[in-house]
């Protein structure tokens, strides 16, 4: 007996899943308003928000901290980065970089994250590793642990 790939499946084809489009079984519509964000939007956000830090320390690097470690600048933009993060997403449901893109990260009810959800969820998006780990409906595992959804908001 000869095992063939379609047996196995393809990781390309994703969780199997009953759902017609990520977010169905969650209500969710498929495009639009509500709609669970697709990947390239939320990494052209997630790029849009690293070049704006990346920016702001370029220009200070000209300047101000033009002596200083590199090792100690990269780290403090990690730093400063990661708290950009925290406090877009706790106070306004959002970075500049999911607004330019149209989306706010939801809690499953509809509202925005709040405080300690921005908190836990931001500092598991700074590990890289569970924005990759998706379900069926293309939540990462940092949205997995705090019960969120980058939405779509326009």
């Not at 106070?91 to 009810?109: E, I, K, S």
């Not at 925005?112 to 590793?129: D, E, F």
Request: charged share 15%.
């Amino acid at each position: 007996m000869v095992v063939s790939r379609k047996d196995l499946g393809s990781w390309i084809e994703g969780a199997p899943t009953w759902m017609e489009y990520p977010g169905q079984g969650m209500g969710r519509p498929q495009y639009g308003k509500g709609a669970i964000a697709r990947p390239l939007p939320r990494l052209i956000a997630f790029c849009l928000d690293w070049f704006l830090i990346e920016g702001i320390f370029w220009v200070l690097a000209q300047g101000p901290l033009s002596g200083v470690n590199t090792a100690l600048v990269d780290s403090v933009q990690l730093v400063i980065f990661w708290l950009y993060l925290v406090s877009a997403v706790g106070f306004m449901g959002h970075t500049l970089g999911h607004l330019v893109m149209g989306m706010q990260v939801q809690r499953l009810d509809g509202q925005p994250a709040g405080w300690l959800t921005a908190l836990i969820r931001q500092s598991m998006v700074m590990l890289i590793l569970p924005v990759v780990i998706m379900d069926a409906n293309q939540r990462g595992l940092h949205d997995q642990v705090r019960h969120t959804v980058l939405a779509v908001i326009r």
